[in-house]
């Protein structure tokens, strides 16, 4: 027999970031080029205030999905500021992978992207002429 008394019913349990995230992903126009994979990476990134002159670099791999095969290498940081703002810079660069990944992609650059190490910076100063050419993708702060 149950305990005496009215049952209690267990909150729901609040999905994981990965599913909230998930959600958004579905409803985004499939990448075809690695300029729509740009556009789509800025889009992730929030820049947190008091972090101008912060760069953070990353090095990875996705597969023919999109996803992100195993877990991104920093290759590089120069982080700006504060201990908080320096936290919160290198916080906001592995959130945007976590809201962006797996991003959804064609067929056929699906294909290109299993090829190609990813190396991503996502940078916090003056826009400069970047080396933006295919996997090499530089995310500037929006001005």
């Known amino acids: 027999m149950g305990p005496a008394g009215p049952a209690r019913a267990e909150p729901p349990a609040e999905p994981d ?19 729509m994979l740009r556009t789509a990476l800025a ?10 002159g912060s760069v ?3 090095r990875f791999g996705l597969d023919k999905r999109g996803a992100i095969r ?9 982080l ?7 936290e919160a810079y290198e916080k906001a660069a592995f959130e945007a992978l976590d809201r962006c990944f797996p991003v959804p992609v064609t067929a056929s650059f699906g294909a290109a992207l299993g ?22 993708i530089t995310i500037f702060a929006p001005r």
């Open 17 to 35: 970031r990965t599913e909230k995230h998930a959600e958004k992903r579905e409803e985004r126009e499939p990448v075809n080029n690695w300029s």
């Open 43 to 52: 889009r992730c990134w929030q820049v947190p205030d008091a972090t101008e």
């Open 56 to 58: 953070i670099a990353f």
């Open 70 to 78: 195993g877990a991104p290498l920093v290759t590089a940081r120069r």
């Open 80 to 86: 700006v500021g504060e201990k908080h703002a320096k």
């Open 115 to 136: 090829e190609s190490p990813i190396r991503l910076r996502f940078v916090n100063t003056e826009p400069t002429a970047a080396y933006q050419i295919n996997s090499n």
